[in-house]
């Protein structure tokens, strides 16, 4: 942890650099054209919001930038390096990690190792078969100290699935933070919360390490606003504008497009 | 990282450790008073059943290969219905060594039954575990029926449908003979075999390896999103569960001194499954329970009702795919759990 902060100490020279960057980034299936021509530039810690209708090719964008799915003309480059070509657990060791819109959990594993699988995994642990798993204190105390910071200290022991939904949410954050990205994907953090417990994901997601570049998507206006610094918004598999929240927020056209009834609420907030 | 990270810090390096939590899984690979037990139990069999050790050294070549079958079922999920393959290459290797005047001597002879066992199992694996869920079971019995139909025509080599009878097993050490009619030294060495693939197999499942299988079996797109290389851990997983197969073939081989199809076929990867899902699986003990249980079923209600002792079987399956899903070790955890001492919040994984 001593080394995500000096980590974070030498990032304020370079936050302005590009993390993530898409060039003219294509996928179809078959004839239907998910995403199309998109030149998408994250920078350096980052706080940026992808927002868009149903269908309009968000969940199609992150797969791309992960690297579950391969595009169909394009590149995705990572720090200025090409990793069209890169393999998804690769990308991962490259420092990209998401988060699921639907929570995918180790279910029957307890909260401490749903944390200890990707922190194992990050410090290339895992592959370990000839000593006991709890004889590695600094996974299991890395661990822990992310459940603390979360706020899942009191549960760490027990079974994911006993868990509130609410409270997976952030396991299944804490899974990515174990990560350690430099890149963080967040397909709707919130989705399926109630909205009593929303605020304990929206303030886990405000205390994310600031180095780390975090790529949102959201539905919910009054978390884009209240997290968001840049704005993107898709319409149609394509980028229809981009700008920081107010200017989006005055665009007539995104509120024709997309805000519509939403707009008013937003409004509300801002 | 603001307020709460800042005294999230000031908790100490070991207040962290110490956290029930952390504690339950530093200490989860520790042995445990009632893990001795099966072993104190299969030490007194030897005592005080000596006619039954013929019965007992089955007993323990099942439990072995329920084992192999927990790691590659129970811990990676999996989905099997084939691992007769693996038993049934481990099998012919010390039956086809040993008849053909190559290598008699057994517990090399066990190393190389896990050798060629493994290597069915590698290159098996690297074109089967492309697959998931009902096109992988499929797939598993399809090359199981290859290997048993090759065994079957190869018959200079296996002897075909007869198989290869009365193999000459050296003594153990060139000391211990194999009695057929005295099961003492069969026994022994059974046992002896067994705790070392134990042994073994807790080892791995209990490792951060055995770790990231059991998260490959809960979520298998998780696991590929945190960066790990899943196919070639089900695979490694794959090719040592097979070894171990291997050896319980083997070890079948030996102590009966024969080996024929059955060691190959459908009836013996189906009855295995069904040892490990009535004892628990994912859960180590769940092959030493089950073994027993079907054993013992087998040997008692066929002596009862030799025409329909299966139907007992059959009801005690219906019973544990209503009512126990976990198997009798999941049940008993459950019973344990309401009725019994401290609330466990999370079970052994």
């Known amino acids: 942890m001593a080394a995500l902060r000096r980590q974070a100490q030498a990032v304020g020279a370079i936050m302005s650099e590009t993390r993530l960057e898409t060039r ?32 309009a090719g968000k969940t199609t964008f992150i797969n791309l930038l992960t690297g579950v799915l391969q595009p169909s003309h394009g590149s995705v480059l990572l720090g200025g390096k090409d990793i069209t070509a890169t393999a998804q657990a690769e990308r991962v060791k490259l420092g990209i990690a998401r988060t699921f819109q639907i929570n995918r959990l180790f279910r ?29 204190t600094d996974v299991i105390e890395e661990a822990m100290y992310l459940l603390e910071v979360l706020r899942l200290g009191d549960v760490a022991q027990h079974r994911v699935s006993e868990l509130a939904y609410g409270r997976q949410r952030l396991v299944e954050l804490a899974i990515a933070i174990g990560l350690r990205p430099g890149v963080l994907l967040l397909d709707e953090p919130a989705a399926g919360v109630p909205s009593a417990e929303s605020h304990i994901i929206l303030d886990a997601i405000e205390r994310l390490p ?28 394509a980028i229809f504008a981009e700008g920081t929240p107010k200017e989006i927020e005055a665009n007539p056209e995104v509120r024709a497009v997309y805000l519509g009834q939403a707009g008013a609420r937003a409004g509300d907030h801002a | 990282m603001s307020a709460s990270a800042t005294s999230a810090e000031s908790t100490s390096f070991a207040a962290r450790i110490n956290h029930p939590a952390a504690r339950a899984l530093i200490e989860r690979h520790r042995l445990r008073w009632w893990e001795v037990l099966p072993w104190i139990a299969a030490i007194a069999g030897y005592f005080i059943f000596p006619g039954y050790l013929g ?54 002879g066990l190393m190389l039954a896990a050798l060629v066992a493994a290597i069915v199992g590698l290159l098996s694996g690297l074109v089967l575990l492309r697959t998931r869920g009902l096109t992988l079971l499929m797939l598993t019995i399809c090359s199981m029926a290859l290997l048993e139909q090759a065994a079957n025509m190869a018959h200079d080599y296996t002897g075909g449908f007869d198989g290869l009878p009365n193999l000459p097993i ?96 459908l009836d013996r990867a189906a009855t295995v499954l069904i040892v490990l899902i009535l004892g628990g699986y994912g859960r180590l003990y769940g092959a030493f329970v089950g073994a027993v249980v079907y054993l013992a079923l087998e040997h008692f209600l066929a002596r009862i009702y030799p025409t329909a002792w299966q139907l007992g079987l059959g009801i005690l399956l219906v019973f544990i795919a209503l009512f126990a899903r976990n198997g009798i070790l999941g049940l008993g955890e459950a019973l344990w759990r309401r009725y019994g001492g401290r609330h466990k919040p999370s079970a052994p994984s």
């Open chain 2, 55 to 108: 019965f007992g050294t089955e007993l323990l070549v099942a439990i072995l290969f329920a084992l192999s079958l927990d790691l590659a079922l129970g811990y990676a999920g999996i989905i099997t219905l084939g691992h007769a393959a693996f038993f049934g290459a481990g099998a012919y290797t010390v039956g086809m060594l040993a008849d053909h005047g190559v290598w008699s001597e057994p517990i090399t």
């Open chain 1, 210 to 237: 600031e180095d780390i570049a975090v790529l949102i998507i959201e539905h919910d206006m009054d978390v884009v606003f209240r997290f968001a610094k840049r704005v993107t918004v898709m319409v149609s598999g």
């Open chain 1, 108 to 136: 029957g594993l307890s909260v401490l190792e749903n944390v200890y699988i990707p922190v194992a995994e990050r410090m290339g642990v895992a592959p370990s078969m000839f000593n006991p798993a709890g004889k590695r």
């Open chain 1, 24 to 55: 003219g980034l294509t996928r179809h299936f078959g004839a239907l054209v998910a995403v199309t021509g998109i030149d998408f530039k994250l920078a350096a810690g980052a706080r940026h919001a992808l927002i868009g209708p149903n269908g």
């Open chain 2, 170 to 265: 050296t003594p153990i050490f060139g000391v211990f003979n194999f009695n057929p009619l005295y099961n003492n030294t069969q026994y022994l060495y059974a046992l002896a075999v067994l705790l070392a693939c134990f042994v073994f197999v807790r080892t791995l499942v209990y490792s951060p390896f055995g770790q990231s299988l059991t998260g490959i079996r809960e979520n298998l797109l998780r696991m590929h999103a945190v960066g790990a290389p899943v196919r070639r851990r089900l695979i490694i997983c794959y090719t040592l569960s097979a070894a171990i197969a291997g050896i319980a073939g083997g070890l079948w081989a030996q102590v009966n001194a024969y080996v024929n199809l059955s060691s190959l076929d």
